[in-house]
């Protein structure tokens, strides 16, 4: 186990990243803290009572580097409750550096294979208050093509990562 603080604009919060829940995942996760991938990344998808996406480089070269470099998927064992971190995907084996965090019992994603890799243990209320104000709008495609220059012109408002970085 090990934990990660993120400092953000609208605060810090800290999560529990458990690899004996997704092994896959936690090691990515520790890749990406280690690389310092997520530092810059806007929150840039909120939905409501349902999730909240980040993990699109800023820098659309690292993004790109990023974007081919899928891992496997892991079993489920947790289930996606509110506060769990998972790693989105757009099929089997296509985990690479975006996340989420679920607002409420997300439980309906566990048979779809979304496989939780850790929990938020402290600042969910800085979770819950992330600006979301522009819903799904961001083009994904955009945002990695564009990177921040594209969000930062057209979605100033967006909440990002300062940094994340170990805690323990």
Request: net charge negative; aromatic share 12%.
């Amino acid at each position: 186990m090990f934990h990660v603080k993120f400092d953000t604009t609208a605060g810090s919060f800290t999560i529990r990243v458990d690899e004996n829940w997704a092994p896959r995942g936690a090691a990515r996760m520790k890749e990406l803290v280690e690389q310092q991938v997520l530092d810059g990344c806007r929150f840039f998808r909120i939905v409501p009572d349902f999730i909240v996406q980040f993990g699109i480089n800023g820098d659309p070269d690292t993004a790109a580097r990023w974007r081919s470099a899928a891992i496997e998927d892991d079993p489920v064992t947790q289930s996606n409750r509110r506060g769990t971190l998972t790693f989105a995907m757009a099929g089997p084996n296509t985990r690479t550096t975006q996340l989420f965090i679920n607002f409420r019992d997300n439980s309906f994603l566990d048979g779809q294979g979304f496989a939780p890799i850790g929990e938020v243990t402290e600042g969910m209320d800085i979770v819950d208050k992330l600006y979301a104000g522009y819903g799904e709008k961001p083009d994904q495609a955009r945002i990695q093509r564009e990177g921040n220059a594209y969000l930062d012109a057209e979605f100033p408002e967006l909440d990002y990562i300062k940094t994340a970085r170990f805690a323990d």
